[in-house]
């Protein structure tokens, strides 16, 4: 089902859709690809929206740092002084977090108007990002299926290809309040990531892979969140072919519990401790899945290259239950 949701300033017509199965709700805004809502129930069987958002166009406009629930794009989370060496030449990116590139520029996938075509318990949201876009090469061809499994988990899966070499790090950055509303920092977290990528003032990894044992980081045994991250964490299982689970979001309060599984290695925990009105630090939670931070100028990590005649690919899956 889709419904007119606003319109840009210049004309340009948004729709919300929205995908309901087992349970679950699912609403999935044309605009920056953006999860608007996620509705499921506690334990009680209540069901409430669990993921921060606004009611209408017009918020995501006048707010559009926090990137609530969008997909990001080109490329993911920071790169260093905006810029990366690629087959002997230094690309320059929009700079729009101090120094570094964040989330794709100035006007990253977030914001821009995606075609949706729906599919089989889902919908098909694609783009062309033509070469030079936010300063990346390459024409890069892009589609994101958002689909509702018969268990009512909401898998996220990206492909791309290029016409000339470039790097992708694509992601979805809902944040999670599995209570509904309040302040998330109370939940619990589990996260299979024996190490994280430490960061200096900028939140830029320092290209160590450090061992969370001992330290605030280790959230080997489910523990309460708290507040202070906006890290990435070394994922144990690495790239893999097919989605494997590495996450637990539990509200012991409501009972409701996401379980998140991808192929990427690794994943950033952002704790929204700078987060803005009309929200309040602390409202959300982001697990965002993903290849690591400045991975195009550290060659230790796992590479975000995209050649011709490769294709990019990616998958997430958000699973709710109670416990």
Do not use: C
Request: proline share 7%; aromatic share 8%; charged share 20%.
């Amino acid at each position: 089902m889709s419904e007119l949701f606003g319109t840009l300033a210049d004309g340009t017509a948004v729709h919300r859709w929205t995908l309901q199965r087992a349970g679950v709700r699912v609403r999935v805004l044309s605009y920056g690809g953006i999860v608007q809502s996620v509705e499921t129930p506690d334990r009680a069987g209540r069901s409430a929206n669990v993921v921060l958002g606004f009611d209408d166009l017009d918020g995501y406009l006048a707010h559009p740092e926090p990137y609530l629930g969008a997909l990001v794009g080109r490329y993911a989370n920071r790169i260093a002084g905006g810029r990366f060496p690629l087959d002997g030449r230094t690309y320059t990116l929009a700079r729009n977090d101090g120094p570094n590139a964040l989330h794709g520029g100035e006007r990253g996938f977030d914001k821009r108007v995606w075609e949706v075509t729906p599919i089989e318990h889902g919908l098909r949201l694609s783009r062309v990002s033509p070469h030079g876009e936010e300063g990346f090469p390459g024409r890069l061809e892009v589609t994101a299926r958002y689909t509702l499994e018969e268990s009512g988990a909401l898998r996220i899966a990206y492909e791309a290809v290029t016409d000339a070499p470039t790097v992708v790090n694509l992601t979805n950055h809902t944040y999670w309040n599995l209570a509904g509303s309040g302040d998330a920092t109370g939940h619990t977290l589990r996260l299979a990531a024996s190490r994280y990528t430490p960061v200096d003032g900028d939140l830029i990894p320092t290209g160590d892979l450090a061992e969370v044992s001992g330290t605030r980081f280790d959230f080997r045994s489910s523990r309460p969140v708290g507040a202070g991250y906006d890290h990435n964490f070394v994922l144990d299982k690495g790239v893999s072919e097919a989605a494997e689970q590495v996450a637990e979001l539990h509200d012991p309060v409501s009972g409701r519990l996401l379980t998140v599984a991808t192929t990427e290695p690794g994943l950033q925990l952002y704790t929204a401790d700078h987060i803005t009105a009309p929200f309040s630090p602390g409202a959300g939670v982001a697990l965002e899945t993903q290849h690591f931070p400045d991975s195009p100028n550290r060659p230790r990590f796992p590479s975000t290259e995209l050649r011709p005649g490769q294709v990019y690919r990616s998958e997430t899956v958000y699973g709710f239950a109670v416990r």
